[in-house]
């Protein structure tokens, strides 16, 4: 079983920069390939970005040069730098966790980011 936490949420200006961060329970956290979804109003959940346990990432064209992800394994914790923020990133920001192969997975509870002047 794994909880997951986010952090660091809120309210930014157009141009500005925020930094989630995701903080897990339990074991194995470095054998989880981690995820950022996200989720703006009337529209559905879409992923953003992940990371494997090897450290290679993913990225969505829509944030590709803004966004970093990045994990600490001795932390439990996987961080999402978000720069250049623009109105449209504004969503709900999931952390997700899921180990390779399996059908089962791990979300947290969110985390609200605007961006708004």
């Known amino acids: 079983q794994v909880q997951l936490v986010e952090s660091g949420g809120g309210l930014v200006q157009p141009g500005g920069s925020l930094r989630l961060s995701c903080a897990a329970s339990g074991r194995d956290f470095n054998s989880y390939t981690m995820a950022w979804y996200r989720q703006a109003p009337g529209k559905q959940r879409e992923l953003v970005t992940t990371?494997?346990?090897?450290?290679?990432?993913y990225y969505a064209d829509a944030v590709k040069g803004r966004f970093t992800i990045s994990r600490d394994n001795a932390e439990n914790t996987v961080y999402l730098q978000m720069n250049m923020l623009k109105p449209d990133d504004t969503a709900v920001y999931y952390c997700h966790a899921q180990l390779p192969g399996a059908d089962w997975w791990y979300w947290g509870q969110g985390a609200q980011v605007t961006v708004s002047s």
């Open positions: 990371i494997t346990s090897g450290g290679n990432t």
